[in-house]
């Protein structure tokens, strides 16, 4: 069956643009993650969604940094006026529901900020 | 200091060498663990997940979880050439609500030489 995917693979963009990312999670995977991996920083998480709703925000770095999902399935990670901070591969990831199910991840975004 | 601490490596083995990856962690809400490996450019794959202490194996693979020293370790039996990645891995607790967040060490990079 189908992984995780994710899209662009890459993307190359000015400082100060908007950019979206995108995550199809494995269906029937109602819970859905974003994580950041920067060079020498491992994964960090950004945010936790249930079916439509994101009851954990509390890794998203600054107000720039929103996230959407519709329909219970696909989610957009949005990055306003991008910093060259920004820059890092974007990893989303899926479990099916209930607490502690392990998490399948996608191959990533990512995002160099010029 | 961070809540979970890995060796980066990079760490040279030679085929069909038994290869030991460690990650040591300081909260001890932490009851959940995995072991993710991952190819370069590409998403974590998880390989191991347990529950509290103990032993779990699969196949050239065990993991190992002390909890008491807040210890966790990879064993990879017979190494091949294609086990060669970076190893990553993370942990989770049951007191997050609904969002079972995972915590992640850097990763260990691993090369297995013919």
């Known amino acids: 069956g189908a992984g995780v995917s994710q899209s662009p693979s890459n993307k190359v963009t000015e400082k100060g643009k908007d950019v979206e990312l995108r995550c199809d999670p494995i269906?029937?995977?109602?819970?859905l993650y974003w994580y950041r991996q920067s060079l020498g920083q491992g994964l960090e998480f950004l945010i936790y969604f249930q079916g439509n709703s994101a009851p954990d925000k509390s890794g998203l770095p600054s107000d720039r940094f929103s996230a959407e999902r519709t329909g219970g399935s696909v989610s957009t990670l949005t990055i306003q006026r991008t910093q060259q901070e920004d820059s890092a591969v974007y990893l989303c990831?899926?479990?099916?529901?209930?607490?502690?199910?392990?998490?399948?991840f996608g191959d990533g975004t990512r995002l160099s900020i010029l | 200091q961070k809540e979970v601490e890995q060796d980066p490596g990079p760490l040279s083995v030679p085929e069909g060498a038994i290869v030991s990856l460690n990650c040591t962690y300081s909260?001890?809400?932490?009851?959940?663990f995995m072991w993710y490996r991952q190819y370069s450019r590409k998403g974590p794959e998880l390989l191991m997940y347990t529950y509290s202490s103990g032993n779990k194996e699969d196949g050239r693979f065990t993991a190992q979880v002390d909890k008491s020293s807040k210890y966790i370790s990879l064993f990879i039996r017979d190494s091949q050439p294609s086990d060669s990645a970076t190893y990553l891995c993370a942990m989770s607790s049951r007191n997050t609500g609904t969002a079972s967040k995972l915590t992640f060490g850097t990763g260990t990079r691993l090369q297995v030489t013919l």
């Open positions: 909260n001890s809400a932490f009851q959940y």
């Open positions: 990831a899926s479990s099916l529901p209930g607490r502690n199910q392990p998490q399948h």
């Open positions: 269906s029937g995977h109602t819970a």
